[in-house]
């Protein structure tokens, strides 16, 4: 019996499978049979010929300007990025100017200055410390000491959001190790760290000042008391889509505390 023999030739082409595959995508992408593409491409091989491109030095050179042309798109494109982030930090540095001034350039009020710094981009980044330095004339080492000291003050990048979950006695013996596990499960981050994106920060606390509500998670300045580690990851979803407002937070899932506080 004699072998079936493999159809890898097409109007008289003999062609690899994956010259059939790209075929059959060009073929899907611009509705023409397979003649038609392939008599086209036999147009342009003449054309090709024609025009001497296929002497070594011509497709040297081609190839030379191609890499030469990545290579300049590759600079361009270093070169915007760090363009745009220049005009960040004078962006920046622009507001921070403003708080400065609306503070009366007062040295005295240096930690009112900075709170509101780290209220606006959620913690301070070192070229704001060096320009209240400059304006208030105090030297940066003070700055960094003050800074470094307060626990509320962060000089590494925070999230948009941050996350605190309560550990002190009583909540923990009510379950809070619980709840620190269902926050680092829906953002999936450890405690300490920070989203890729910089949505969200997850910190653990020892005491939130309202015991008798444990176990507590706080997501930026709305208090969720007695929750459930269930609930965890449907509050957090609700901040993740936008949907956790000033005017809907705290209502819903978990127990707002406004107003409780001791």
């Given at each position: ?18 010259q059939?595959r ?43 300007l ?10 361009i ?15 920046e ?32 980044p070192?070229?704001?410390l060096?320009w ?29 959001h ?50 008798a509500?444990g176990?507590?998670?706080v997501?930026d300045?709305?208090?969720?008391g ?17 949907e956790?407002?000033?005017a809907g ?13 001791v």
């Amino acid at each position: 019996m004699k072998a079936e023999r493999s159809k890898s030739a097409y109007v008289g082409l003999r062609m690899t499978e994956e010259q059939r595959r790209y075929l059959a995508r060009l073929q899907d992408s611009f509705d023409l049979s397979k003649t038609d593409i392939l008599l086209k491409g036999l147009e342009l091989m003449g054309e090709y010929y024609s025009l001497g491109l296929d002497q070594r030095t011509v497709r040297d050179e081609l190839r030379a300007l191609e890499e030469e042309a990545i290579r300049y798109a590759g600079k361009i494109k270093q070169i915007k990025k760090r363009e745009k982030a220049i005009q960040q930090v004078v962006s920046e540095l622009r507001e921070i100017d403003h708080i400065v001034d609306k503070h009366d350039r007062d040295k005295g009020r240096l930690i009112q200055i900075l709170l509101e710094i780290q209220r606006k981009y959620h913690w301070l980044p070192k070229h704001a410390l060096w320009w209240v330095s400059e304006r208030l004339d105090i030297p940066m080492a003070n700055i960094m000491q003050i800074a470094s000291f307060y626990k509320v003050f962060s000089l590494e990048p925070k999230g948009e959001h941050i996350v605190r979950v309560c550990l002190g006695t009583a909540c923990h013996v009510r379950g809070g190790d619980e709840i620190l596990a269902a926050a680092e499960r829906a953002l999936d981050i450890k405690v300490g760290h920070t989203t890729p994106d910089y949505g969200f920060t997850l910190e653990a606390v020892n005491c939130l000042g309202c015991c008798a509500l444990g176990p507590v998670m706080v997501v930026d300045e709305e208090y969720y008391g007695k929750l459930e580690s269930s609930k965890v990851q449907m509050i957090l979803e609700g901040y993740k889509r936008g949907e956790m407002d000033e005017a809907g937070i705290g209502e819903g899932p978990g127990e707002s505390l406004e107003g409780d506080l001791v």
